[in-house]
T-cell receptor
């Protein structure tokens, strides 16, 4: 069964304390892996797309990496404004619509 | 700026009435849009895939007669919650991929409260 699992479920960091969020996936043919950020009461905001193992992408304090089984979202020296829920999703090569399978998310809280 | 716009952001309706939610792609055409439902502190649950010019594809367990989807143009999909009941209260979100197999952009979401 195709599945996306994120860990940890919740993460509390002090401002400046770097850490990583994990997204493990089992899917029959990965077309792409996506990271989104969601603030309370808002729709998800697109962050990154990764297509192949070994690929890395960066944006400000965030860096996403991909292996054949998992993806990591590294947060370097986080600030309180990085507090949000981070969602990981995959699309399958067998899907012709771009349908996404989401993980349950990691809620990050960064304290000043 | 937002590339997918969803309206309204909040709606309160009486039990038994119907509510329509709109999802528009602002600067691209979307032959496919997706509708999700999100429960508090939970991830997104795909309800249906909206296809321009044809019938929507519903996920297992989603009542197609309760959640009517219309994708009449390449930039607009609508979700109508018919005969709403309190258990339909939820956060509904739409998304559209900019291109086939590309990343999907999400609307701002609609908080539906049925009283």
């Amino acid at each position: 069964e195709d599945q996306v699992t994120q860990s940890p479920e919740a993460l509390r960091l002090q401002e400046g304390e770097s850490s990583s969020l994990n997204c493990s996936y089992t899917v029959s043919g990965l077309r792409g892996l996506f990271w989104y950020r969601q603030d309370p009461g808002k729709g998800p905001e697109f962050l990154f797309t990764l297509y192949s193992a070994g690929e890395e992408k960066e944006k400000e304090r965030l860096k996403a990496t991909l292996t054949k089984k998992e993806s990591f979202l590294h947060i370097t020296a986080p600030k309180p404004e990085d507090s949000a829920t981070y969602l990981c999703a995959v699309s399958q090569s067998s899907s012709n619509t771009g349908k996404l399978i989401f993980g349950q998310g990691t809620t990050l809280q960064v304290k000043p | 700026g937002a590339v997918v716009s969803q309206h309204p952001s909040r709606v309160i309706c009486k039990s038994g009435t119907s509510v329509k939610i709109e999802c528009r792609s602002l600067d691209f055409q979307a032959t496919t849009m997706f509708w999700y439902r999100q429960f508090p502190k939970k991830s997104l649950m795909l309800m249906a895939t909206s296809n321009e010019g044809s019938k929507a594809t519903y996920e297992q367990g989603v009542e197609k007669d309760k959640f009517l989807i219309n994708h009449a143009s390449l930039t607009l999909s609508t979700l109508t919650v018919t005969s709403a009941h309190p258990e339909d209260s939820s956060f509904y979100i739409c998304s559209a991929p900019r291109a086939r197999m590309a990343e999907a952009f999400f609307g701002q979401g609609t908080r539906l409260t049925v009283v």
